[in-house]
């Protein structure tokens, strides 16, 4: 954040950067402080490049009660792992009961402050300032981020200790920061842990791992701080459909330090007496867990091993974590599909666009059926089609020779756009489609593609569905949501039970925004583990594609190249494969730093899922 540029009388260095410079370390005094004149909103920092360190400065001998503010507040922007130097600048009662890791508020940019009407003044002894903003997000105690709107107000209130120093004693708990300075101190990473409500929870040999993205501070012991964050547990809004295979109360060993791995890429991570005497294959579902964590924050890391009680309880390679437990949006699929001008299911293979397209093998593929939009099951043996007029959804095999048969499901809406959305597929091979007639809206579950469909129950919808797709986990679920003319992107959770007599119970809850910012989403695919790409408008603005996270926050990677008129776009589960979309120029590709290229002509392309 930067300071007044207005007051009058000396300037201080209120935060010192270091940087690497031709293999220099180079310190540079930033954001001047006033010693007099009025205090001033406090603006944000350029974002800065990612070798940058800015620690602060202590509160000068005889600073007034501005400067306290202003430092206090450079303070909180700082490398400082313990807000050690914040701390200074405030009473000794209240630095032993400020609370710095309670939230984080992000502010459009860093917070003003100026005094409190009624609030006393510098001859009294005593003096409160409000500090004032626009809020963007809050990131809670849980390290989770939220966006958020409105007006922040926060009391300041300070005072003279025995030597005549102002210090602050009673202030806000939690941290407030601008955007800027956010995006520069705190970075996004996920922790994984096990679905716990799907059927291949129990049933299958390897647990589903799902990503839970949380915010962490860049240069303050990142790999200590993630897996402190994996061991306390999911975030309040996930919780309720995963599991960790840690026991409950473990933590790092006390004199655990700093987590860093050795010269051959193993971390050795030490826990408490709480995880002593579990068993192997126990083990090493924890240790996967912690290096499906680590991957992205680490790639260095190639083995955990954990210790408890002086023991070592078992060791892990990042290839054997795979076998351990299953990471969902790991998949290379082989094959892209879309529908071609004759309405029928085709495919090219994945990554490659030299191929010519061929018909998918199966009855969708012969165009016996006349389709408008496809999906294909994660293992790629069942297509669904939903048909040119929307108004019936077939299932059929992806082999030679097989009959469509009946449709699985019709719709009463009188329009096409008030009849069947584009099917998805979740991990389950379990088939999720939204019927928009406007005197029956819902959602709908096939088991296996088969069978009396199951309405899915969405106790707090409020809108229509436009569009659904499943995450690859099994447990989150995208959908557009249309209410007054307004198209959002919400994300819940997806709950399974049974209800009385054994029947099966599906239920989405916990809808929550992932695109705050737009108010005309048009198109979205899931884009890995915690990430989606989407199409939309802001309001007033014009069409543009982005990628969110699953918490409403904006990743730290370049926003796919420019492109007009899209329709549809699909991501693979496996990043490294191209993005692809449905616009005014037929079926195109994005190849990573690329621009977009032509594929052929069709409609309604899809990765599998």
């Avoid at 350029?46 to 303070?75: H, K, N, W, Y």
């Avoid at 959305?421 to 959602?443: M, Q």
């Amino acid at each position: 954040m930067g300071a007044d540029r207005e007051g009058r009388g000396r300037r201080r260095p209120a935060r010192v950067m270091v940087y690497a410079a031709g293999g220099v370390l180079v310190l540079a005094g930033c954001a001047s402080m006033p010693d007099s004149g009025d205090l001033r909103g406090v603006e944000s920092t350029p974002r800065q490049e990612t070798q940058v360190r800015v620690f602060a400065v202590p509160p000068g001998e005889d600073a007034p009660p501005s400067d306290i503010v202003q430092g206090f507040l450079e303070a909180l922007t700082s490398d400082d792992p313990h807000y050690k130097t914040a701390r200074q600048y405030l009473t000794g009662d209240a630095a032993k009961t400020w609370r710095p890791e309670a939230s984080t508020t992000v502010l459009t940019d860093g917070p003003g402050a100026k005094p409190e009407a009624g609030g006393g003044g510098e001859d009294s002894g005593a003096i409160s300032y409000m500090l004032t903003g626009t809020k963007v997000a809050t990131v809670d105690a849980q390290q989770a981020y939220a966006p958020a709107t409105g007006a922040y107000g926060g009391s300041v209130h300070l005072t003279q200790n025995s030597k005549r120093q102002w210090r602050i004693d009673a202030l806000p708990q939690g941290v407030v920061i601008g955007e800027s300075d956010f995006q520069r101190n705190y970075m996004s990473v996920s922790k994984y842990y096990f679905a716990s409500n799907t059927d291949t929870a129990g049933s299958k040999s390897q647990p589903t791992a799902v990503a839970d993205p949380v915010y962490v501070r860049r240069r303050v012991e990142p790999m200590t701080q993630m897996v402190s964050s994996l061991l306390n547990g999911p975030t309040r809004w996930l919780g309720p459909v995963v599991g960790s295979s840690f026991p409950t109360g473990t933590a790092l060993a006390k004199d655990a330090g700093a987590l860093t791995p050795d010269d051959r890429n193993k971390l050795t991570v030490p826990l408490n007496d709480k995880a002593a005497g579990i068993g192997t294959n126990r083990c090493e579902e924890m240790a996967a867990q912690l290096l499906f964590t680590l991957r992205k924050l680490s790639p260095a890391v190639d083995e955990v091993e954990l210790r408890a009680g002086g023991e070592d309880l078992c060791s892990l390679t990042q290839q054997a974590a795979e076998a351990a437990a299953s990471r969902s949006a790991a998949r290379h699929p082989d094959y892209l599909y879309f529908v071609d001008g004759k309405h029928r299911l085709v495919r090219i293979a994945a990554g490659n666009s030299d191929t010519d397209p061929e018909p998918a093998p199966g009855a969708l593929g012969e165009g016996e059926t006349a389709l408008r939009s496809v999906a294909v099951s994660r293992d790629e043996h069942t297509a669904a089609g939903v048909s040119l007029d929307g108004r019936s959804l077939y299932v059929g095999s992806l082999v030679s020779g097989g009959s469509l048969g009946e449709p699985v499901l019709r719709s009463r809406g009188g329009t096409e756009k008030q009849r069947l959305t584009t099917p998805s597929w979740d991990a389950d091979d379990g088939l999720w489609v939204a019927d928009r007639d406007p005197d029956r809206p819902r959602l709908l579950l096939l088991q296996e593609g088969k069978g009396d469909p199951l309405e899915v129950r969405m106790p707090h919808l409020d809108g229509r569905i436009q569009s659904v797709r499943v995450a690859a986990d099994g447990v989150r679920i995208a959908l557009v949501v249309e209410k007054g003319g307004k198209k959002t992107l919400l994300i819940g959770l997806i709950e399974r039970g049974e209800k009385p007599g054994g029947e099966p119970a599906v239920s989405v809850v916990e809808l929550r925004s992932a695109t705050p910012g737009l108010e005309e989403v048009t198109a979205m695919s899931w884009a890995g583990d915690s990430r989606l790409v989407v199409v939309g408008r802001e309001h007033g603005g014009v069409e543009q594609m982005r990628y969110v996270q699953v918490d409403g926050s904006t990743p730290d990677v370049p926003a796919p190249a420019a492109l007009t008129g899209v329709k549809d776009v699909t991501a693979a589960e496996d990043d490294q494969l191209p993005l692809v979309a449905y616009s005014v120029d037929g079926i195109v590709r994005l190849p990573s730093g690329e621009q977009w290229q032509k594929v052929t002509e069709g409609t309604a392309p899809v990765y599998p899922g």
